[in-house]
């Protein structure tokens, strides 16, 4: 009787043991991943850090719901035109939370808690991810800029880049990727406030209500990126 305890024990510390092991393993592959992928974003933000980043226009680029949960409501991003050699390469910005434990906080992530982390792309990769894998449309909207609310925007992004908490902490409630797009709008044009704004299908009506989109282009789909990606209107309306 008394090797048999022993014998269940054994099992139960083993059993133990490895479930530890385990959850440690998949722990470790997480931030390996995680660091891999911070690594990634790190290098598209040093090309924006560069005293050389310029654009000549921005884009507010909305992209249609998807059909996993965080998708439903749409995404937002900006497009600084002119910012590549060839338009496929203009950098845009969009923005999550820095999610770095392996056992997401959901309400950190709701309430605040996760540091903001900028996420630099190129066209070409928004179109290939969202249009081309995704199949959702996305629609793209001039905003116009001067030479003084661009170089503010600049300086903003910079900094958020480098000191990711003066974006102040990620929260889904109060600090999500569609106040935060309109928080850096805001930094350059002061009619801008999106204090009020919570998601992102609500940021072109918004900005409209306001006067600050003067042009808008076709709606890309998967059936006529090809024609439509690279379409660019005199610069003109780009500026006031």
């Known amino acids: ?7 269940m024990t054994l099992i139960l510390l083993i059993s133990c043991f490895k479930d530890k092991s385990s959850e440690s393993v998949k722990t470790l592959k997480f931030e390996q991943e995680h660091q891999e992928y911070l690594d990634s974003v790190k ?10 980043f310029d654009f000549q226009g921005i884009e507010v ?27 496929e390469e203009d950098y845009g910005v969009s923005f999550i939370a820095n999610f770095n434990d392996y056992n997401l906080d959901n309400l950190k992530a709701y309430y605040g808690g996760y540091t903001v982390l900028p996420i630099i792309d190129n066209w070409g ?14 629609d793209r909207y ?6 003084s609310v661009k170089n503010k925007i600049k300086e903003t992004l910079k900094d958020w880049i480098v000191n990711p908490e003066n974006a102040g902490t990620y929260s889904f409630r109060r600090n999500s990727c569609t106040a935060l797009l309109l928080k850096l709008l ?4 002061k009619e801008v406030d999106g204090a009020k704004i919570a998601f992102p299908v609500e940021v072109v009506p918004y900005l409209q209500s306001i006067g600050k989109i003067n042009h808008s282009y076709k709606r890309i789909t998967v059936d006529n990126y090809l024609d439509l990606a690279n379409q660019i209107v005199p610069r003109e309306k780009y500026e006031y």
């Open 43 to 52: 290098s598209n933000s040093s090309e924006v850090l560069k005293e050389s």
């Open 61 to 87: 680029v909305y992209v249609q719901a998807g059909e996993t949960y965080y998708q439903w409501l749409g995404h937002v991003l900006i497009r600084f035109v002119g910012s590549g050699k060839v338009p």
């Open 186 to 189: 805001a930094a350059g044009d």
């Open 125 to 138: 990769s928004y179109l290939k991810d969202y249009v081309v894998k995704e199949k959702r449309y996305m």
């Open 142 to 147: 001039i905003f116009p800029v001067n030479e």
């Open 1 to 7: 009787m008394i090797h048999k305890l022993l014998l």
